[in-house]
């Protein structure tokens, strides 16, 4: 019989699920039939929320800044980033093993409000993606009565 401890591991178990439910079919069947390695991993998250803004910080090791797109449309956000792969031979070695591979990025979080993309920033240092999203101010509008 296999025992997991809940309470211990809910936090590992719960974000598995989710990266279980959170690709989508179309790509796992794409990744299936290709033969590739390199399927789209859904990066750990943390989302806080103040008065004014949203922050998110997912971990993305191995990504460069410049392979990561953020993408903002109304209450929904889509984080999507690639790892380049390393090839760095010397003259005489040869590979004896590899476990790092092309990393795939991607995960879209819904909001519970709409977020400002003007004034909305994003900042990549050592492995996690900082994204800060400012809220859309709501627009009081004011109607004369006759």
Not at 4 to 10: A, G, L, N, W
Not at 57 to 85: C, F, H, Q, W, Y
Not at 87 to 103: A, F, H
Request: charge should be neutral; charged fraction near 30%.
């Amino acid at each position: 019989m296999f025992l997991v401890p809940v309470s211990r591991h809910r936090s590992h178990l719960v974000r598995s699920f989710d990266r279980l439910f959170d690709d989508s079919f179309e790509r796992i069947l794409a990744n299936g039939a290709t033969g590739e390695n390199n399927a789209t991993r859904s990066p750990a998250l943390d989302v806080a929320e103040s008065d004014l803004a949203y922050t998110i910080k997912l971990d993305m090791p191995g990504v460069a800044k410049e392979d990561v797109k953020v993408s903002i449309d109304g209450r929904r956000v889509t984080v999507e980033a690639n790892s380049r792969k390393e090839e760095v031979k010397n003259d005489g070695d040869r590979v004896v093993y590899r476990e790092r591979s092309v990393s795939n990025y991607a995960r879209t979080i819904k909001l519970s409000a709409e977020v400002e993309q003007s004034t909305s920033a994003a900042k990549l240092e050592n492995g996690v993606l900082t994204v800060t999203l400012n809220k859309r101010s709501p627009t009081a509008a004011q109607i004369s009565v006759n």
